[in-house]
């Protein structure tokens, strides 16, 4: 079949840029590509409570903040990279299994394993130890944090924080061999 | 075309042979296309009939041929080797070595020293001394790279895992722009390198200056810098070891900012700070949220760092 | 003083010979005569004679100073001989029944002189009362006892209890409560431990965990000062127990993994004002080294070697911390003591030796100037440090008698050191280890296994000892009645990564990944007999977990550990038969102590409490064994069938 030069230019260019911008997003040497829907405003995130809200009980919307880099795995990789280049790994441990800093991999989460509630404690540092990174890290990099750890499998979901608050969740059997947990 | 010349002998004797490959690919062409319009406008001599005969002078045209192409080719190679292997390594042992490590998208340089206290680091400009062979040890931080500074050494890839070795040496004094040349990345147009070839006085007073601590102090510029940069950022005497972003020690003597992209002048170091992702989308760098005061403040100290 | 000391002595005649003291007659008030029938009554069926050498009055001491005990050729009355010629500077000489200080005594023996229990009853000891301070996290320190009153402190927040002993239930008499700072609690590396408190002069002086140094009065246990001596909010923290001598008291800090600064300092007794300071990197006048220092080797001569050893800048992040034990000649008058691993802990990010860290300092104990050096692991790659405690011998070697010291460093080699100027005598590996390939006693520098470098981003399987070490801080006991040295350690392996850090201040300095395991023969722990002058393991005990436990040596040829995962264990000194095991509550990283209590009895104490460092065995994947307990602490004291003041007369009040 006779295919028109215009046509066969046209189909060519076309594949020249899909295939360019299938390579810049399979590289793993770009920076992610923020959120479509951008981060979570910074007086949305400041209204999620640390402890129950006085005179007020049931749900707090705020807590159902969702990680805008949930699931990214672009993020994850690079969260794992501000893991250790932060020092994090030094107080929680390289597998996040903690040490001096707590266990990170487990269900227990002192001051709330929701994912607004682990940026929280990133960005304003907790007592007993806990550094406060909001001056030094953009919200893009706390988030990015924030889903490496729920990559390890502990925190809560964001949906699930009424449950979440309340209990209402399946305690976990520790191996005799894995370490005991230190609040 | 600068960047056919060349200073340095690591790469003037690759500049000669690219030079002579290309004129005698030149000559071949123009020797061949000869011959092919010789053979294509020839006026033929009448037919003779059907009758095969054998034709003198065809084949002498083609071992004179073979032979001339044999002797240039093998001179070539010959010649293409001697030079590989003659700029594989420097002439004398290098007074100096420098360890590279090339990350997305900057240059972390540390000068390495006898005595381990004279050891330092500085990030995407080196100093070099005129006439002195400089070793460098490449080393990557995250994906692969390429170590190039067109004037004064070829190509060198910068491969994480394993370290490669390249060496420098400028006949002249002046300034040498290099450049990453493998692809890593979305800002690898603007990872360049800046080299500097300085007499021996002058490199040694730039050694001492590099050497030198600044001294500690309690502005506020220097406040900003602890709270919002130190985490990636080392000043030495100030804040050591911030190994994420470049070494930040005696910024003011470098010539460029952000990996050759801009000058460094006060003017683009404030709105380089403010936002890097407007200058180099996909840096590293984040955008820092820093009030006008903050920023102010902790450009000004940064411009005393000399 | 004199009281007490006739007491004690009275009462160990009577508990030892209970039927033919009643018989003896009343003891004359003159101390020599109580001495040498003392002597006779403990070594009169013994055929040897026995020569004592003392200076001043009888061991109680009217007057503060210490009291110089040297023991030679003296062979025991039960068992052997001493094994080794080993012999041992007593001093301060507290009253046997009491225990004033982590280590006893100026050399750090651990080593009592009671025998009530020995070889032959040590299998009837049972829990005779026990205590509980509500605190989990790991316990590390010794239990003293002053006066009839025992003084026990806590980890974080590092609570001060005293016990009255002398009334039914042992109850708290007071407690003090120093509020340290919070933040401190997650800056401490290894457990927010103590590891003990000091007595001198009526007062208790220990570290806290914030970078304080208090001082309790041990009647009322109101503080009487309290002196700053970092910062804890960049990351240092202090957990070691002071060490008295005279009227000063030496503390150091804790951080080297944080990126510290090391330093050890002497502060007065009397109004805790700091005397002096020497940090453990930097110019000759910070560390304190002057036209004394002599050290034995090249390496260690030169000017400001604490900063020429760095690249530009790196020293002052460059630890070296100060975070165990101090012993003391009082002859010499120097103190000894180690430093900790360089930082980071990514060695390709700080060529050169890192003087001085993971280095056995010698100080003037009075002016602190450094009298000789010596470096254990000259760069150190593996954070081995260069802390554990060197206990002061005077051994037979190659002939001659000298004055020495011994130190089972983390990095697996046992050294006998010349203390007087620091020439390494012997060194030899008392656990598995593969870093090095040997030792050069010419150069005093160990042989590194090009093999064992680690380097960013590569991942180095089977290097043996792990950060770890082959023996931690816990303390080894020696007895002068055996000659030997005894000391808990490790049987350890690990697989590392380094990876490149930045000092962020307040985060850790680190950059180890680490995975550990057990080295070849599968278990974690070994507690050992180390004959001290030939450099060889006389016997050992080898435990299926870590043993972190420090040890107690005693006259009656007993000696006591613990195990991690709660076994708490007497052994024959010479020979290593486990002759009675106890498990506790927890798991055990203290130190154990003895005393007499005011029925003149003889109590073992040790803290049960697991935590600190032995912890780290969740990455020890390759050892399933269930049974690894959970934290919390008790304390327990135990005596011969369980029998107490207490269970004598314990009535219901009620």
């Known amino acids: 079949m006779k295919i028109s030069l215009q046509t066969r230019f046209a189909v060519g260019i076309t594949l020249g840029l899909l295939f360019t911008d299938a390579c810049s997003r399979s590289e793993g040497g770009s920076a992610t590509t923020p959120p479509a829907r951008g981060f979570p405003a910074v007086?949305?995130?400041?209204?999620?409570?640390?402890?129950?809200?006085?005179?007020?009980?049931?749900?707090?919307?705020?807590?159902?903040?969702?990680?805008?880099?949930?699931?990214?795995?672009?993020?994850?990789?690079?969260?794992?990279?501000?893991?250790?280049?932060?020092?994090?790994?030094?107080?929680?441990?390289y597998n996040g299994k903690g040490n001096m800093g707590p266990d990170l991999t487990d269900t227990y989460w002192r001051y709330g394993g929701l994912p607004v509630e682990i940026y929280k404690s990133i960005e304003e540092g907790r007592p007993q130890g806990m550094p406060s990174w909001g001056a030094a890290l953009p919200p893009e990099d706390i988030w990015k944090l924030v889903a490496y750890i729920e990559s390890f499998g502990?925190?809560?979901?964001?949906?699930?924080?009424?449950?979440?608050?309340?209990?209402?969740?399946?305690?976990?059997?520790?191996?005799?061999?894995?370490?005991?947990q230190r609040p | 075309m600068a960047y056919h010349q060349t200073f340095g002998p690591a790469v003037d004797r690759i500049t000669s042979l690219g030079w002579g490959l290309a004129i005698v690919s030149m000559l071949v062409v123009a020797i061949i296309s000869l011959l092919l319009l010789v053979g294509i406008f020839r006026k033929r001599g009448h037919s003779q009939g059907l009758a095969v005969r054998s034709d003198a002078g065809g084949v002498s045209w083609i071992y004179v041929g073979t032979g001339i192409s044999t002797v240039v080719l093998v001179g070539c190679m010959l010649w293409t080797m001697v030079v590989t292997a003659a700029v594989s390594r420097p002439p004398k042992t290098p007074a100096l070595t420098i360890e590279v490590t090339a990350s997305q998208f900057w240059w972390s340089v540390r000068y390495e020293s006898a005595t381990t206290a004279r050891s330092f680091i500085t990030a995407n400009e080196i100093h070099i001394p005129v006439g002195e062979p400089v070793r460098v040890e490449l080393k990557s931080a995250d994906v692969i790279h390429s170590f190039w500074i067109p004037q004064l050494a070829g190509k060198m890839d910068v491969i994480p895992g394993q370290t490669n070795m390249s060496w420098l040496e400028a006949d002249k004094a002046g300034h040498y722009r290099g450049q990453c040349a493998a692809f890593c990345g979305a800002q690898h147009a603007h990872m360049a390198l800046l080299v500097v070839a300085d007499s021996a006085s002058a490199f040694a007073a730039w050694q001492e200056s590099q050497l030198s601590e600044m001294s500690l102090g309690n502005g506020e510029g220097q406040k900003v810098f602890q709270t919002h940069c130190a985490v990636c950022h080392t000043i030495r005497g100030v804040s050591p070891e911030g190994i994420r972003g470049p070494d930040l020690s005696h910024l003011k003597t470098r010539g460029t900012l952000a990996?050759?992209?801009?000058?460094?002048?006060?003017?683009?170091?404030?709105?380089?700070?403010?936002?890097?992702?407007?200058?180099?989308?996909?840096t590293r760098m984040p955008a820092q949220i820093l009030s006008g005061a903050e920023l102010t403040a902790v450009t000004s100290y940064l411009n005393t760092l000399d | 003083m004199n009281g007490p000391c006739r007491a004690t002595t009275r009462a160990q005649m009577k508990s030892r010979l209970a039927v033919e003291v009643d018989q003896i007659e009343p003891l004359s008030r003159n101390a020599g005569d109580e001495f040498w029938a003392l002597s006779k009554l403990q070594f009169g069926r013994s055929p040897v004679l026995l020569t004592w050498l003392m200076v001043g009055i009888c061991s109680c001491g009217k007057s503060q100073k210490p009291v110089v005990m040297e023991l030679t050729a003296h062979a025991a009355t039960t068992g052997g001989a001493n094994l080794t010629g080993a012999t041992f500077n007593f001093a301060p000489g507290d009253p046997a029944g009491e225990w004033h200080s982590q280590a006893r005594d100026y050399a750090n023996t651990r080593y009592s002189t009671l025998d009530q229990i020995d070889t032959g009853n040590v299998s009837k000891l049972r829990v005779a009362w026990t205590f509980s301070d509500g605190m989990e996290a790991g316990h590390e320190a010794a239990p003293l006892v002053v006066n009839n009153t025992m003084y026990v402190v806590t980890p974080f927040p590092d609570v001060l209890y005293a016990l009255d002993l002398t009334k039914t239930g042992e109850p708290i008499k007071w407690t003090f409560k120093p509020n340290p700072s919070p933040m401190a609690k997650g800056k401490a590396c290894c457990d927010s431990v103590n590891r003990g408190v000091a007595y001198v002069e009526g007062k208790l002086i220990y570290n806290l965990l914030d970078d304080h140094t208090v001082a309790v009065d041990a009647k009322t246990g109101n503080e009487i000062w309290r002196t700053k001596m970092g910062n804890v909010e960049t990351g240092e923290t202090m957990t070691m127990a002071p060490f008295v001598v005279g009227n000063k008291v030496y503390v150091g800090n804790s951080g080297g993994e944080m990126g510290a600064w090391g330093w050890i300092a002497a502060l007065d007794v009397a109004s805790g004002k700091e005397l002096w300071r020497a940090?453990?990197?930097?110019?000759?006048?910070?560390?304190?080294?002057?036209?004394?220092?002599?050290?034995?080797?090249?390496?260690?001569?030169?000017?400001?070697?604490?900063?020429?050893?760095?690249?530009?800048?790196?020293?002052?992040?460059?630890?070296?911390?100060?975070?165990?034990?101090?012993?003391?000649?009082?002859?010499?008058?120097?103190?000894y003591y180690g430093t900790s691993n360089p930082s980071p802990r990514v060695p390709d990010q700080r060529p050169g030796d890192n003087l001085w860290t993971s280095t056995i300092f010698a100080r003037d104990a009075t002016t602190g100037m450094a009298r000789w050096a010596y470096q254990t692991t000259p760069h150190d790659r593996w954070d081995y440090d260069g802390v554990n405690e060197n206990i002061l011998l005077d051994l037979p070697i190659d002939g001659t008698m000298r004055k020495a010291l011994v130190h089972f460093d983390r990095n697996a080699y046992a050294y006998t050191i010349d203390r007087t100027s620091g020439e390494v005598l012997r060194a030899a590996p008392f656990a598995y280890q593969n870093w090095s390939s040997g030792f050069d006693m010419k150069s005093g520098r160990p042989i590194v296994n090009p093999d064992k470098e680690p380097h960013p981003d590569v991942k180095l399987l089977n290097v043996c000892p792990p950060d770890l070490g082959g023996k931690d801080w816990e303390p080894a006991a020696a007895s002068p009645r055996t000659g030997l040295v005894y000391a808990s350690i490790f049987n350890l392996c690990m697989d590392l990564t380094d990876n490149k850090v930045g000092y962020i201040p307040s985060t850790p300095y680190d950059g180890m990944n680490i995975r550990r395991f057990p080295a070849p023969g599968g278990n974690l722990g070994e507690f050992m007999a180390w004959n001290p002058a030939t450099g060889k393991k006389v016997w050992s005990v080898k435990e299926t977990y870590m043993t972190m436990s420090g040890v107690l040596a005693t006259a009656g040829d007993v000696v006591f550990y613990g195990t991690a995962d709660g076994w708490f264990r007497g052994v024959d000194a010479r020979s290593g038969k486990v002759l009675w095991s106890q498990k506790l509550g927890s798991g055990i990283i203290g130190q154990p102590t003895t005393f007499l209590g005011p029925d003149h009895r003889q109590y073992i104490a040790i803290s049960s409490g697991i935590g600190g460092a032995a912890t780290i065995r969740a990455d020890i994947d390759a050892v399933k064994p269930a049974g690894f307990p959970a934290g919390g602490n008790t304390l327990y004291v135990f005596s011969i069938g369980g029998d107490s003041m207490t269970a004598d007369s314990n009535q219901s009040t009620r």
Not at chain 1, 47 to 62: H, R, Y
Not at chain 3, 290 to 306: A, I, N, T, V, W
Not at chain 3, 309 to 326: E, F, L, N, S
């Open chain 3, 279 to 335: 940090y453990s990197t930097g110019s000759d006048q910070q560390v304190r080294i002057g036209s004394d220092f002599k050290p034995f080797y090249e390496q260690f001569k030169g000017k400001d070697l604490g900063v020429s050893t760095w690249p530009a800048g790196m020293w002052r992040h460059g630890a070296g911390t100060v975070w165990t034990w101090v012993s003391y000649d009082p002859q010499l008058n120097l103190i």
């Open chain 1, 43 to 93: 007086n949305a995130i400041a209204a999620a409570p640390l402890g129950q809200v006085a005179g007020a009980s049931g749900n707090v919307a705020a807590l159902s903040i969702a990680n805008p880099f949930e699931g990214n795995p672009q993020a994850i990789e690079q969260g794992k990279q501000l893991y250790i280049k932060m020092n994090c790994a030094g107080c929680h441990a």
């Open chain 1, 154 to 180: 502990g925190s809560v979901s964001a949906k699930d924080y009424e449950h979440a608050r309340q209990g209402d969740q399946p305690g976990e059997q520790i191996a005799p061999e894995v370490l005991e």
């Open chain 2, 259 to 282: 990996a050759g992209l801009l000058m460094n002048t006060p003017a683009n170091l404030a709105a380089w700070i403010a936002n890097p992702q407007s200058f180099k989308p996909g």
